[in-house]
């Protein structure tokens, strides 16, 4: 009777660290916003194409205009996880959008096909008066011009990046 319920005790404890990690919000593999300055966005679970960095919160001048420097790497069938090729007929294209509340007051896209491409920008709120409060990526593939792609364009899901806590 004893190894009965510690089986079952196990099997409970496995079910519990299920749940807890793939289907209660928050849990270990939801998407939530960051405050890290590193970043690592997919456009999907094979690493056909993502972009991964840092980001450095600053202000720059007087009376302090906040901006954000953005660099690192965008990458497409670079180290894909699925397929053992290099060209499926579609490009990555990392995009940066930088919000003040909800609204958007700066977006830069870097884009890259078959490899990999540094990048280093910074993104700033122009002539908007406010704070760049939270930045935005998003990572998508699409077809290339002339290019025979095996499946249409998509999109990851954005991740939001926020300024480290003082």
Known sequence: MRRVFTSFRLATLFLAAFVGIFLVPGGALAISPQSTPSFTVPADDCLFGYTEGDLSWRTLGTPGVPVVD??????????????????????????????????PVDRVARQVDNGARRFAFTLQPGLVVGTIDHVTIRVCRSAVPGAVAPSSNYCGAPRAFYPPMP
């Open 70 to 103: 953005v660099a690192g790497v965008v990458y497409d069938m670079y180290n894909n996880l699925c397929l053992p090729i290099r060209d499926d007929g579609l490009r990555t294209t990392a995009i940066f959008t930088a919000y003040s509340g909800n609204a």
